[in-house]
């Protein structure tokens, strides 16, 4: 087993796909350079309506972008994946809400509609957001047996080691099967 320093220290060596870590890369550089243009949109020209529409168009684009990013660069399942996708695709329709009823009917009008273009962005960024979570969540780094299970098996004073794959080892832990006869059969193997 592992020492911590060990467990702790040790580098993710799964495998790598050099253009899903380029893209995810390409996708936050993106984002951040979207909201970084917003800021200096903000900065320069705060007080022109049109520079807070181009602003308020990078910046709702610029973070969901980069919420995409980091779930392609992380290794995440296909479903955690999808969710980061559909998020981003219900705050991509609000930004293009936005894009459509600002300045005009934003607010203080007779039908403003900033609260439901604020939800659907809300909305969309809240389940890519939960996904980016859950991604980060489920990747672990320090329980990665790199396709093997090591056991260290030891029965009146004597050790044993045994190899064996993580499917054979899910199998034979998942039955809930008396601990001697699993020890008895991985053995066996």
């Known amino acids: 087993m592992p020492s911590l320093d060990e467990a702790y220290n040790r580098r993710w060596d799964g495998p790598r796909d050099p253009r899903r ?46 919420l995409l990013g980091i779930v392609v660069v992380v290794p995440a399942s296909r479903r955690e994946r999808l969710g980061v996708l559909g998020g981003t695709v219900l705050a991509a329709g609000g930004v293009a809400l936005f894009s459509q009823v600002y300045p005009g009917r934003w607010t203080r009008t007779a039908d403003p509609l900033a609260f439901e273009t604020l939800i659907l962005y809300g909305l969309g960024c809240a389940i890519a957001l939960w996904f980016v979570f859950t991604a980060l969540a489920s990747f672990r780094l320090r329980n990665n047996p790199q396709g093997t299970v090591q056991l260290e098996v030891v029965r009146q004073g004597e050790t044993q080691t045994l190899e064996l794959s993580r499917d054979r080892y899910q199998q034979l832990l998942s039955d809930g099967g008396d601990a001697e006869a699993v020890i008895q059969e991985l053995k066996e193997k």
């Open 21 to 66: 870590l380029a893209a995810g890369l390409a996708l936050l550089a993106v984002g951040v350079l979207a909201v970084s243009a917003a800021l200096v949109l903000l900065a320069g020209w705060g007080h022109s309506t049109t520079a807070k529409w181009y602003a308020g168009l990078a910046a709702g684009a610029g973070i969901p972008v980069m």
